[in-house]
């Protein structure tokens, strides 16, 4: 089961929805695979929890698939997508003793594909949403395509490297090389999110200023099965971030146009929280470049978003919220065991997260760092950037810049943020982000 992104799906935002009428079903001459897909989806439409999770297979880890969690994924899908009104099939494959049941779902405000894995005694034993694909990119005004070249490269090796790209100025002279660390969740390379890709911004913008960019798909986004036979208190932020990160340092470094010691991290909010971690395991950082670093605990920040989105709805509150208010409360009080899923992450992953603090992290580095805030972000606030101001401030070594009309993706807006920016409007981050990053990082000397 792949988890939801965390702290962004919240940002996909949830809207009012009632018991929706069955969708319209599957053909009668479906084969015996699509049938059974078809009929585990279509009780999940009409409620039948119990029943779904009756038909799912012994294998499945404890939890990961029972009634309660199956009405929580589906209620969250269909707050978010709107009512589920049609489904049909898709493709098929056979993976060793799996057979993959792919359909294709069209709900109120999106269509997706819904995946569901069945065993050969048509049990279930996984179920995937992927979002439709994209728009074709189009880069901004500041990417200038002819500046550099792109080329596919493995973070680690064997069979669960993660593939990715490195994104090099033209020429043959050493250039500075940052690497890109995603926010919460599964993620891509292009830390895609709805109609945005941020990080493909920022590659393809920096590379058009001679500095080399390496970034990756995340591993819970390429290899999400590999955290399955173990059980979700597999999934924690060192395992599916600051590790790989390090690898993708590594990468970087071998590059032979890389310029002695000039290798740079750039985290993004959850990336930008861990990146001092990060920072220190690594040990031969030239700087670290923090967009939207949180600097409070990850429940804090989950429960003022709630309470923000709440403000948002004409409703005022709506059942969606109601529930995540409460699993967060009772994150808050660590009556959930760690297994238990909230929010599309085991509460151990939670747990972790809430005891760490990036501030004083930061505090213990002895690196170049920038910190850049979106005036308009409601998930990394004012108050978080407060608290930086207040550690950093007088810190010669740490610059920190806000933009009072950025959001969380570094996108411009007016007026208040909402849900739609990242998930409906397509943007680009801002060319000032991408200027004050290239002027900071080719100005910060190797250490």
Known sequence: MRASRALLALAAGFALVGRPAPAQ??????DRWTAAAGQFVERLQTGAYDAAANTVSPTVPAGAMSAPRLEQIWSQLTAQ????????????????????????????????????VLTREQTVAGLWVTPPAPPAYEPPAYVDTAAFSEAPVNVGTGPFALPGALTMPRGTAPVPVVVLVHGSGPSDRDETIGANRPFRDLAWGLASRGIGVLRYDKRTYVHPSQFAPRGPETVTPVVEVVDDALLALQAARANPRMASGRVFLLGHSLGAALAPEIARRDGALAGAVLLAPPARSAIDAVREQIAYLRTLSATGATAELDTAAAQVTRLERRELPRKAMVLGAPAGYWYDLAGRDPVA??????????????????????????RWREAFGGERRVTLRAYPELNHLFMPGSGRATPAEYTVRAGHVAAQVVEDVARWITSTPAP
């Open 25 to 30: 079903s599957l053909p009668m001459n479906a």
């Open 81 to 116: 997508l709107g009512p589920l009104s049609a489904l049909t099939p898709g493709s098929m494959a056979e993976q060793g003793e799996l057979q993959v049941v792919d359909l294709r779902a069209r709900f109120a405000r999106s269509e997706v594909t819904v995946r569901v």
């Open 361 to 386: 992290a930061a505090r213990t580095l002895h690196v170049p760092m920038l910190v850049l805030h979106g005036g308009r972000d409601y998930q990394v606030t004012d108050a978080d950037f407060a």
